[in-house]
T-cell receptor
């Protein structure tokens, strides 16, 4: 069975540009979460989606947005990129809704570099 | 607000030696606790988790962790380290009804000497 897949794996953008990152969860998982991992730090929660609805949001500016599609895949969008947005963006899927904390299965991430 | 502290940024142990990675958390009630491992270029893999019950938790790859409420700690241990255990280890805390919103510590990078 395929694990969590993310695309692209690496990308380079310049300040002010927009980026879209994509994630396909494990088959049967209805929940997708996004985390930002800045180099040398632990992952930081950005969003959780379950059944296409936002179930949680971390302390990130409105430049960050996400959505989940009927097939449970997800996109993370970041507008007006700043140098500080350079990070590894991790997607995780699980069977958990917003009401429970289940095991997270992480993808290998999308490494974004902002110049 | 919950928080996690991993006091050791780097740890080096010899292959075959025992290992203990420290994790301290801050949370107002009984938390959900996790240890994840991240190898270079890889995503995070769950080693073990504590929700309730027995405070000594067994995980994959021979790892175990002990929840100590009085010390707000959840330290990870392994009796004999293998070279393949070299990786970054993250402790995380979650809360009931908080879904997949985990708070991670800063990580401990483990190096294994031959």
């Amino acid at each position: 069975d395929a694990g969590v897949t993310q695309s692209p794996t690496h990308l380079i953008k310049t300040r002010g540009q927009h980026v879209t990152l994509r994630c396909s969860p494990i088959s049967g998982h209805k929940s997708v979460s996004w985390y930002q991992q800045v180099l040398g730090q632990g992952p930081q929660f950005i969003f959780q989606y379950y059944e296409k609805e936002e179930r949680g949001r971390g302390n990130f500016p409105d430049r960050f947005s996400a959505r989940q599609f009927p097939n449970y895949s997800s996109e993370l969008n970041v507008n007006a990129l700043l140098l500080g947005d350079s990070a590894l963006y991790l997607c995780a899927s699980s069977t958990a809704s917003g009401a429970t904390t289940g095991e997270l299965f992480f993808g290998e991430g999308s490494r974004l570099t902002v110049l | 607000a919950q928080s996690v502290t991993q006091p050791d940024i780097h740890i080096t142990v010899s292959e075959g030696a025992s290992l203990e990675l420290r994790c301290n958390y801050s949370y107002g009630a009984t938390p959900y606790l996790f240890w994840y491992v991240q190898s270079p270029g890889q995503g995070l893999q769950l080693l073990l988790k504590y929700f309730s019950g027995d405070t000594l938790v067994q995980g994959i790859k021979g790892f175990e962790a002990e929840f100590k409420r009085s010390q707000s700690s959840f330290n990870l241990r392994k009796p004999s380290v293998h070279w393949s255990d070299a990786a970054e280890y993250f402790c995380a805390v979650g809360a009931p009804r908080a879904g997949n919103m985990l708070t991670f510590g800063g990580g401990t990078r483990l190096m294994v000497k031959p």
